[in-house]
């Protein structure tokens, strides 16, 4: 594969930083695949699960041993690669000056607008990214803003792509923090939830193989061997997402992921970033939002608490559903930022 096609792609995942980075950045090196290009994936923290997951989809990676500049402008150099996608709230202002001047072309992958990005193309899929000052912060760079740009996974397309089931033949509540769940939400959502269930009605639980808290997940879940599903590590996210009624989340990239497939669902803002994604979905009546930073236990309780209200009104349910569907999302937006990167690189 020619260099010109190579993109190096920087992100990070932890328990204390999550796996969402990774995980929208895998979306979209799927699309940079299917056209032609090789992206190579470069963390300094990435989880044990996460790396076999990049690693069984035929993606390469390498472990950063620092942050400096340096460190990836000499990756670049021995790999060839022409294009860099930096996911990351940890790299400063002052990184991205030093690596910007060894590529042909830098996409990055934003949510805050908080720095200055010196980079050619700035994604952001929030409703309200184009009013941001990205114009300041990436001078004459390209903004890939919006819903038309929101990054979603293959098993997430073919899953959306199905006829939906019916929310009065779904069963299943599905509950998932993130593959790291750094807020340590679910075993007590678990534990106050699951003995409250209609009958019938099951619990999936979706946890990463690196959550620190993975034993106890564990634990909490054969609890309730009759209510409770538990799923590590799952590559049928889009399956799962589809079959549920309602799913409980965290306000971070799954929510692009649900509202691609029309599901119901609560979402629980567990750190500051999540906020405005979290907002947005509230304003557009797709999802009814809990607030959860703070006290865990008070949190548990009220999402529990609505979550059960919400199960018990299928009228609401249904409506958010409509609401969703109304947004009109393709799917496609992976593709679309793929081309736009590569684009760039070939000019």
């Known amino acids: 594969m020619s260099g010109t096609n190579r993109v190096l792609i920087r992100a990070d995942a932890s328990p204390a930083k999550g796996t969402g980075h990774v995980m929208r950045c895998l979306a979209l090196a799927e699309a940079l695949r299917d056209q032609g290009a090789s992206p190579v994936f470069a963390t300094r ?4 699960s996460l790396r076999a997951r990049l690693l069984d989809d035929g993606f390469d990676h390498h472990a950063l ?21 930096v996911d990351s709230y940890w790299l400063d202002a002052d990184w991205r000056a030093a690596v910007r001047p060894g590529f042909r072309a830098v996409l990055a992958l934003d949510d805050l607008a908080d720095r200055m990005l010196f980079a050619d ?46 929310l009065t ?12 769940d750094p807020a340590g939400l679910t075993v007590p959502v678990v534990k106050r939830l699951a003995p409250s269930l209609p009958s019938g ?14 034993h106890c ?9 009759d209510k409770v599903r538990l799923h590590i590590d799952s590559r ?16 971070g990239g799954t929510v692009a992921e649900l509202a691609s497939l029309g599901v119901p669902s609560l979402l629980a803002v567990v750190a500051d970033n999540q906020a405005p994604a979290a907002d947005d979905a509230r304003t557009q009546g797709w999802a009814a939002v809990v607030e959860a930073r ?13 979550a059960l209200d919400l199960w018990a009104d299928l009228a609401a349910r249904q409506d958010l559903s409509q609401r969703i569907a109304a947004g009109g999302m393709d799917g496609q937006g992976a593709a679309r930022v793929a081309a736009a990167l590569l684009s760039r690189m070939t000019a």
């Not at 923290?45 to 044990?48: D, K, L, P, R």
């Not at 703070?294 to 609505?306: H, M, P, Q, V």
């Open 45 to 48: 923290e990435i989880t044990s």
């Open 65 to 85: 041993t620092d942050d400096g500049p340096g460190t990836v402008l000499a990756l670049a150099t021995g790999l060839g690669a022409a294009g860099l996608v």
């Open 121 to 166: 193309l700035v994604w952001n899929p929030a409703p309200g990214a184009a009013a941001l000052p990205y114009g300041a912060l990436a001078p004459d760079a390209t903004l890939l803003a919006g819903a038309p740009y929101l990054l979603l996974r293959r098993e997430i397309r073919r899953a959306s792509a199905a006829a939906p089931l019916p």
């Open 169 to 180: 033949a779904r069963t299943r509540i599905l509950l998932t923090f993130g593959g790291s």
């Open 201 to 214: 009605v099951w619990l999936d639980v979706v946890a990463g193989g690196s959550n620190s808290a993975l």
């Open 217 to 225: 997940i564990r634990a909490a879940c054969a609890r309730f061997p």
């Open 236 to 251: 049928e996210m889009g399956s799962l997402m589809a079959a549920a009624g309602l799913c409980l989340t965290a306000g």
């Open 294 to 306: 703070g006290d865990r236990a008070n949190a548990a309780d009220l999402i529990s608490a609505k």
